[in-house]
């Protein structure tokens, strides 16, 4: 007879894997629909602050607000609950295992002024459409 394992309840205190893949997830659909987190945040009444936090895991997401998530980015509950990798997630995946894109990012992480990232990521954005 198989006995299926489960992930232990965690207390309110502690968080689980479960609790970070989540968050996970959800950075990773939030940055692929190009929001940010104060206008979701704003949307869902909460602050940015408790939003980064279930971005991170260091807060659980309770069943209304993911269902609030779900609404917002117009997704099935499925997308946080399944263990298959969303689409999201397998680019973003790909994307780290390249040193350019990681230089870029690094790179463009060091930008202080909010003026000077939207000039770089614009002038990223006109290269990328423009043929080889």
Request: proline share 3%; with cysteine.
């Amino acid at each position: 007879m198989s006995v299926n394992v489960i992930e232990p309840v965690y207390g309110r205190e502690t968080l689980g894997p479960s609790d970070v893949e989540t968050g996970r997830r959800l950075r990773a659909l939030r940055l692929d629909r190009d929001v940010s987190q104060i206008a979701i945040a704003e949307a869902m009444g909460i602050t940015y602050q408790q939003f980064q936090k279930y971005e991170t895991g260091e807060n659980r997401l309770s069943l209304t607000r993911l269902r609030q998530v779900c609404a917002y980015f117009d997704v099935s509950l499925s997308y946080f609950v399944d263990d298959a990798l969303p689409e999201t997630d397998e680019y973003f995946i790909s994307l780290s295992q390249d040193h350019d894109t990681i230089g870029l990012v690094k790179a463009f992480s060091t930008i202080a002024k909010r003026s000077d990232r939207k000039l770089v990521l614009a002038l990223a954005r006109s290269l990328a459409d423009k043929p080889e």
